[in-house]
């Protein structure tokens, strides 16, 4: 039989009628808070959750789609002296769209990232929540994480439902499996200098279209799945990356 | 100044803390605890009793543990589940272990159910499973011998109602742990894989052929699931909507949850409508089996093809590699059973 512990509990609540922060009457604040929020278009019409499992994008190419999910990573968000590790961000979901700054010095700031992990940070297994939301690459094709996930249906040329797995990675050429060779596709999107007066929202603008237009016009017909140990098709995406995210509204 | 105080008697549980298994603390974040449910010694005891004990059913027939068997890594070996009065339902039981790392809490197959305290009202009073209602088996359990008392030092009343009954069970079930299979240990370096295993595990890794790991979890997660929803191509019509009748978004019709495929050598039949006798079955679905509709995931490739036509020693040796990840340590705890 086991034995009970008797105990105590006394709570005492104090109310104080003064508890004012003196900084929100008497001080101007000399940092402020910025949020980062990405907002997603289709060469200018908005793209939300709302909008997927849908044909109705067009790619440059001429393919219609349906986005079904789209989840990609942003690493080493620098804004003024400050850097966040990293984020993923889950439209489908409407996940970690914003990331928030706080005690950003007024004045002229520099905004940039990384899109997906450069090679130094890509180290496989050691981030528990991307492990938790299964966003690993297979160690047989070098280990880390996927950049990208844009998985959807396109109409193929019978004018039918096919698969794509727009997945982007770091560039791995399997040709010979015992010798991997690796070349970093991940890059920096800098936006340059956002002016920051007051508690601001800083919008970034990502174009989804542009993963299929420029430079590359990408056909869905020839490039839709198993990209991920394709090498070309994965500096394919590097490239037409570099137009995707833009700066834009600050208020 | 406002000042209240209060003095109560108490009886304090002792706080239990989860074995964790390596594999999860090193790659997994925590698990949920809710902090109105914090896991102790005498709750745990507590809902492992409830969950064994047929006073929960309406002719005292049936309790959790008869389509949550132990032995079947907690599902059955039925179809579909047989009620206290005979009925059928239309859903495969489902094995319940690792539940406290299902992040979104969306239980059930068609994630109905928010988490595995809410999950356990549910059965008492469905018609397919105990058929009783809650009225009566509160009473049933106030007017017991013992269990007023186990209440009493699991959560420091007297009074039982179903939210402590249901807090109870899902402490018990947020200790079921499975980890331990022959696959852990290789992942920890104290075995090693056969040939066939291997390449089994490479199948599955390898988009081109394969490609589980997107949905069932990787060396990195070691869950092997991703708890979400989607449809793997069983069906071009849906008898069952799934996901899509608790969202009424027909974008989610016939979408099921991942299961886990730790455990497979114990849990057949497979899916949620208990279709496949073996696993060969499943691979051959997912090998040639696909249908095509409108909501099939698009990680589902090939689809006109049926899918991506496995050779028949790709199949084996897939098949090897899933059953590596069956814990009999996990079936056989007596900690979990009564």
């Keep these: 039989m086991k034995k009970f512990a008797l105990i105590l509990i006394s709570s005492v609540l104090f109310f104080t009628a003064c508890n004012k922060n003196k900084l929100d009457c008497c001080v101007f604040p000399e940092t402020v808070t910025v949020t980062l929020k990405f907002t997603h278009n289709w060469d200018g019409t908005p793209i939300t959750a709302t909008d997927f499992n849908d044909f109705k994008f067009t790619t440059e190419n001429g393919e219609l789609v349906s986005i079904e999910k789209l989840r990609y990573l942003v690493s080493n968000i620098t804004l003024d002296s400050q850097i966040k590790n990293y984020n993923l961000i889950n439209i489908g979901e409407n996940t970690d769209l914003e990331i928030n700054f706080t005690d950003i010095n007024q004045g002229t700031n520099n905004l940039k990232f990384t899109f997906g992990f450069a090679d130094a940070d890509n180290t496989d297994g050691i981030y528990q929540d991307l492990n938790s939301v299964s966003f690993n690459v297979p160690e047989m094709m070098g280990g880390g994480y996927h950049f990208m996930q844009f998985d959807g249906k396109y109409k193929d040329t019978n004018n039918e439902d096919a698969s794509f797995n727009y997945h982007a990675i770091r560039a791995v050429d399997m040709s010979d499996t015992n010798n991997l060779i690796f070349e970093d596709t991940s890059f920096e999107v800098d936006l340059g200098t956002v002016e920051i007066t007051n508690n601001a929202i800083v919008e970034v603008k990502v174009n989804i279209a542009e993963w299929f237009k420029n430079p590359n016009t990408w056909n869905l017909n020839e490039l839709n799945t198993v990209l991920m140990p394709n090498f070309e098709a994965q500096k394919m995406m590097s490239a037409n990356g570099k137009t995707v995210f833009s700066l834009g509204d600050i208020n | ?338």
Excluded at chain 2, 4 to 18: A, C, D, G, Q, R
Excluded at chain 2, 57 to 82: K, L
Excluded at chain 2, 167 to 172: E, G, L, P, R, T
């Design chain 2, 1 to 338: 100044m406002n000042c209240s105080s209060k003095e109560e008697e108490i009886y304090t549980p002792i706080p239990y803390n989860l074995e964790i298994p390596t594999l999860f603390t090193d790659k997994l974040i925590a698990p949920i605890i809710p902090t109105n449910n914090p896991l102790t010694v005498e709750g745990i005891a507590l809902g492992k009793k409830l969950f064994f004990d047929t006073i929960l059913s309406g002719d005292e027939t049936q309790s959790c543990a008869s389509c949550h068997n132990p032995t079947n890594a907690f599902t059955d070996d039925a179809q579909f589940s047989n009620g206290i009065d005979g009925d059928f339902g239309t859903r495969n039981s489902m094995p319940l272990f690792n539940l406290a790392w299902n992040f979104d809490e969306r239980f059930a197959w068609d994630g109905k159910e928010f988490s595995l305290e809410n999950q356990a009202l549910e059965p008492v009073s469905n018609p397919t499973e105990m058929n009783s209602d809650w009225k009566t088996v509160i009473e049933k359990l106030q007017n017991h011998t013992e269990y007023p008392t186990l209440f009493l030092q699991a959560f420091g009343t007297l009074t039982i109602d179903s939210t402590l009954v249901t807090k109870a069970i899902a402490q018990y079930e947020r200790t079921l742990i499975s980890g331990n299979s022959k696959f852990d240990q290789f992942l920890l370096g104290e075995t090693t894989l056969t040939s066939e295993e291997q390449n089994g595990f490479d199948i599955f890794m390898d988009e081109a052929r394969g490609d589980c790991f997107h949905c069932h979890g990787s060396n990195n997660n070691p869950l092997w699931t991703d708890n979400a929803f989607h449809n793997n191509g069983l069906d071009s019509n849906f008898s069952d909507l799934g996901l899509g009748a608790i969202t009424g978004d027909p974008a989610d019709n016939g979408k099921f949850k991942s299961p886990s495929i730790r455990n497979l050598a114990f849990t057949a039949p497979y899916m949620h409508d208990g279709r496949f006798a073996t696993l060969e079955e499943v691979i051959n679905h997912y090998s040639e089996g696909l249908q095509p509709s409108s909501t099939i995931d698009p990680l589902m490739k090939k689809v006109n093809q049926g899918g991506v036509n496995l050779s028949s020693k790709d199949k084996a040796d897939l098949k090897a590699f899933l059953l590596t990840l069956s814990d009999f340590d996990f079936i056989n705890n007596t900690d979990f059973k009564e």
